[in-house]
């Protein structure tokens, strides 16, 4: 059974720094890209970064550039997303997701996690 | 960066009834490289339909996706009470990055 746990999340004052987790397994991690997507409280879905199966290419949403970072141990089955100058519009649950594949390249996000709540407040 | 948007915003509907929720494309979808999701309270997104119609795994056949271009359809064919949700639609044809549609509630008349 594939499992995405998230983990990482609380308060965190604007301008400070968190770091989330993402413990994978029921899958070959390592040949899967991985996604984080957040969702504010009450609003909808917003991707936010992506890492390769390998770790050798990264993408960010323009409104984290800069401030967040994406990585993964395939050998611990990880994967993680630094998180600096948090501003309060980063308050959300942050999802780990799998990615889909059409054609070679990554698309849908087939399995989820159940996600952790990042709150940045003073 | 295609922008979806979904309508209506909210459905009021009783078991037993058809569903149709609309997904507009701000630029073709090429390949039909579209997504839906559903997503409870308090709950992850969970994935129903891929490449515009491929119901993904798991997932009865009453939920079917259709469309191409801009316009996409989700249609339920017969509301059971566990369908009443938000839905989302998301592209993956240009990206990075990856979009999704501002949600369709549908719920309980």
């Known amino acids: 059974e594939v499992q995405l746990v998230e983990s990482g999340g609380g308060l965190v004052q604007p301008g400070g720094s968190l770091r989330l987790s993402c413990a994978a397994s029921g899958f070959t991690f390592s040949s899967y890209s991985v996604h984080w997507v957040r969702q504010a409280p009450g609003k909808g879905l917003e991707w936010v970064s992506c890492i390769s199966s390998r770790g050798d290419n990264k993408f960010y949403a323009d409104s984290v550039k800069g401030r967040f970072a994406i990585s993964r141990d395939n050998a611990k089955n990880s994967l993680s997303l630094e998180m600096n100058s948090l501003r309060d519009e980063d308050t959300a649950v942050y999802y780990c997701a799998r990615s889909g594949y059409t054609n070679g390249l990554p698309s849908h996000f087939d399995y989820w996690g159940q996600g952790t709540l990042v709150t940045v407040s003073s | 960066e295609i922008v979806l948007t979904q309508s209506p915003g909210t459905l009021s509907l009783s078991p037993g009834e058809r569903v149709t929720l609309s997904c507009r494309a701000s630029q073709s979808v090429s390949s039909s490289y579209l997504a839906w999701y559903q997503q409870k309270p308090g709950q992850a997104p969970r994935l129903l339909i891929y490449g515009a119609s491929s119901r993904a795994t798991g997932i009865p056949d009453r939920f079917s996706g259709s469309g191409s271009g801009t316009d996409f359809t989700l249609t339920i064919s017969r509301l059971e009470p566990e369908d009443f949700a938000v839905y989302y639609c998301?592209?993956?044809?240009?990206?990075?990055?990856?979009?999704f549609g501002q949600g369709t509630k549908v719920e309980i008349k």
């Open positions: 998301q592209q993956y044809s240009s990206s990075p990055p990856w979009t």
